[in-house]
């Protein structure tokens, strides 16, 4: 059998438990009540970011449990995409908490800004320099992906041209 069968024979209660908490029945719950759109997307957010979370310390076990030499996150993406595939996980079911954390990716790798502050009398003494180097390297990133997309976006432009152009017949031709 598959790898994500087994995957998905092992997280199926935990998605049937979230399919029943996060599905169109959140509002038919509480009938009483209607919550603001905005409070039932923070808690669909939420949850969803806790079961991702789930997923990777489910892998990290499993991973030092193993004594694997891969990462427990690598491991969760790998289960993750394997469930996606086969059909066992809806994207539906992650795709806001994921969206939140991908938004703010930044937020979660930082290590160079978080050992930075070992560093308080460089940043004291040199810090204009640095922030003057930091903002200069953003720049030059931010130019060359402009460059990048504008040419990618001039390619398409004449390639699109040219599929008209020859599936177009050409009036030479009907006359």
């Given at each position: 059998?598959?790898?994500?069968?087994?995957?998905?024979?092992?997280?199926?209660?935990?998605?049937?438990?979230?399919?029943?908490?996060?599905?169109?029945?959140?509002?038919?719950?509480?009938?009483?009540?209607?919550?603001?759109?905005?409070?039932?997307?923070?808690?669909?957010?939420?949850?969803?970011?806790?079961?991702?979370?789930?997923?990777?310390?489910?892998?990290?076990?499993?991973?030092?449990?193993?004594?694997?030499?891969?990462?427990?996150?690598?491991?969760?993406?790998?289960?993750?995409?394997?469930?996606?595939?086969?059909?066992?996980?809806?994207?539906?079911?992650?795709?806001?908490?994921?969206?939140?954390?991908?938004?703010?990716?930044?937020?979660?790798?930082?290590?160079?800004?978080?050992?930075?502050?070992?560093?308080g009398?460089?940043?004291?003494?040199?810090?204009?320099?640095?922030?003057?180097?930091?903002?200069?390297?953003?720049?030059?990133?931010m130019?060359?992906?402009?460059?990048?997309?504008?040419?990618?976006?001039?390619?398409?432009?004449?390639?699109?041209?040219?599929?008209?152009?020859?599936?177009?017949?050409?009036r030479?031709?009907?006359?």
């Amino acid at each position: 059998m598959m790898l994500s069968h087994y995957i998905y024979v092992a997280l199926h209660p935990i998605l049937t438990f979230i399919k029943d908490h996060l599905g169109n029945t959140m509002t038919t719950r509480f009938s009483s009540y209607a919550a603001p759109a905005g409070v039932l997307r923070v808690a669909r957010i939420a949850l969803q970011s806790a079961a991702l979370a789930g997923v990777w310390y489910v892998a990290d076990f499993l991973v030092r449990r193993l004594g694997l030499p891969v990462p427990g996150g690598v491991v969760g993406l790998v289960a993750v995409l394997a469930l996606l595939f086969c059909g066992g996980l809806p994207s539906r079911w992650i795709k806001a908490g994921a969206d939140w954390l991908l938004s703010d990716m930044l937020l979660f790798f930082i290590p160079a800004a978080v050992a930075a502050v070992q560093y308080g009398g460089l940043f004291k003494a040199d810090g204009w320099r640095l922030a003057l180097v930091v903002a200069a390297g953003t720049l030059m990133v931010m130019v060359a992906v402009a460059f990048a997309v504008e040419q990618a976006a001039r390619l398409e432009r004449r390639l699109a041209l040219r599929r008209v152009t020859v599936s177009r017949p050409s009036r030479m031709s009907r006359a």
